[in-house]
C-alpha cells in the first residue's frame, strides 16, 4: 500500500513507536509499572510510574534528568514531578508522578498508555 | 457542589461504576488480567480477558453466560468470544478475547479500561 499513512515506519514496523524518555532523544528501555487512581467525581487523575534500575539512572551514559516525556504519535505529554530512588545509598528507581486535571486529560494519558503498553508487552493487572 | 453532574451517583461515589457483566445485571466481582496486542499496521486490536474462579462460573447462583458486557457511562462493549476453563474437570476460570477493527474501538476500549482499572484496582504491568 502506497497510499497516505496515519502512522510513522519506524525500526518496529508501521505503528509509531509510543515512549518514554527521560532526557530528550534517549528512550528508556525499562518498562515501568504503572498505577491508577482517581478523585471520586472523576476530575482529578493520576499515574504513579516506577521504573526498577532505569537506563536514565544506573546506565553507562549519565543523563540529565529534565522530566518524564511521554511520546506518541498524537504528540508529548510531559511530568515533572521525577524522583529516583536510593536504597542503601544506590540508585533504584525512579517514582513519576503523572497528574490529570480533567476527562480530557485523562482519555489522552489513556491513549498514550494504550499506545505504550501494547508496544512494551504490559497488561492490566491487580496492582 | 450542586452544578450539573457529568456522572451518575452509585454505591461507589460519584463516579460512574464502569463494570463486566457475564449475565446482564449480574456484575462480576472477580477482576481479570488482561494482555493487549496489536497489528502491525495499527488496523486489529486484541484484548484477552482472564478471570480466576469468577462468580459467574463457580457462585452459588448459576448464571447463564451469554457473553462478556463492558458497561460504563459511555454504554456498552460486548464479546461473545467466551470460553470456559477446566482443570481436572472442575472449572477454574473463563477467557474472553475482544476484537478491535478500528483505531475507534481501540481508543473506546481504552477509554473503558481505564476507568474499569481505577474503579478495581487493576494497574498496567509486564505482562
Redesign the interface.
Known amino acids: 500500500m502506497m497510499g497516505k499513512r ?2 510513522s515506519y519506524t525500526e ?4 509509531y513507536h509510543a515512549r518514554i524518555q527521560f532526557a530528550r532523544g534517549i528512550d528508556e528501555d525499562v ?8 478523585a ?3 476530575s482529578d ?1 493520576r499515574a504513579v510510574f516506577y521504573f526498577e534500575m532505569p537506563k536514565a539512572l544506573v546506565g553507562e551514559t549519565p543523563q540529565e534528568i529534565t522530566g518524564m516525556y511521554m511520546i506518541d504519535e498524537e504528540g508529548e505529554l510531559v511530568s515533572r514531578e521525577v524522583n529516583a530512588k536510593f536504597i542503601n545509598g544506590q540508585p533504584a528507581g525512579i517514582e513519576v508522578i503523572y497528574i490529570m486535571r480533567s ?1 480530557y486529560d ?2 489522552r ?3 498514550f ?2 499506545r505504550y ?2 508496544a512494551n ?7
Chains 1, 2 share one sequence.
Not at 518496529?12 to 505503528?15: E, I, P, S, V
Not at 508487552?121 to 496492582?127: E, T
Open positions: 496515519k502512522y518496529r514496523g508501521f505503528n518498562v515501568p509499572d504503572v498505577k491508577l487512581s482517581r471520586k467525581d472523576g487523575g476527562e485523562w482519555d494519558f489513556m491513549r498508555m494504550g503498553a501494547e508487552g504490559l497488561g492490566f493487572s491487580k496492582a
